[in-house]
């Protein structure tokens, strides 16, 4: 039964994850103008694409909660499970919080990539290499990129602003390069996460 969860939890999270990397694809081509270097992910969520974006990051967040209820019955990743939990909550966030409201936006996009690193790095514990050290290197670039971010928002007065200015923290990536530093990582990571939970047997 333990497994039967674990693939049913598997297949959750990578369907999240896929149909949140397409739909921001389509969203992105269908935002005139729009850059993945100088503007924010979260233009996607106000702009022309508005209904794509923030229905697909609230999609996100509605999967991963339901893969940790089943997660939730694999003691190995209990603490995972709770550090996804606050992940999802966080994208659901995103998707009813948009970036006009910039404080709140920043602190729940933030909470959704900062548990979503944790929780590659944690699950390190866990899993066989070398799928554990790609986790924490995984887990690492979201976190670090996360840091790298916050602290150009802060240094170049972004932070309560819905302009997207460049900052030296951005590392020539501009502040949509870094945001994607930031959310790609772990998303590869879970991507990853979801085939070894998919496969696992009944015993």
């Known amino acids: 039964m333990t497994q039967t969860k674990a693939s049913k939890a598997g297949a959750l999270f990578f369907i999240a994850v896929t149909q949140f990397i397409l739909c921001i694809t389509i969203a992105e081509a269908r935002y005139p103008g729009y850059s993945i270097s100088e503007n924010y992910v979260s233009d996607l969520g106000v ?3 508005a209904i794509i974006f ?3 990051v609230f999609l996100l967040g509605m999967l991963l909660f339901a893969g940790t209820y089943f997660l ?9 499970d709770r550090l996804l939990f606050l992940m999802a909550i966080g994208a659901m966030g995103v998707g009813v ?3 006009d409201y910039t404080i709140a936006h920043g602190a729940v996009s933030s909470m959704a990539f900062f548990f979503g690193g944790l929780a590659a790095i944690v699950s390190a514990r866990t899993l066989k290499k070398p799928f554990s050290l790609i986790g924490i290197v995984l887990g690492a670039m979201t976190l670090g990129a996360l840091g ?6 802060i240094t170049s007065g972004s932070i309560t602003s819905n302009i997207a200015y460049d900052s030296r923290f951005y590392l020539g990536l501009g502040p949509g390069g870094m945001e994607r530093m930031i959310i790609y990582p772990a998303l590869i990571w879970l991507a990853g996460f979801s085939g070894y939970l998919a496969t696992q047997r009944e015993i």
């Open 47 to 49: 702009g022309p694409s």
């Open 72 to 80: 939730r019955h694999l003691p190995e990743f209990k603490t995972a």
């Open 54 to 56: 923030n229905s697909s």
């Open 148 to 153: 790298l971010f916050s602290l150009g928002i």
């Open 97 to 99: 919080i948009t970036k």
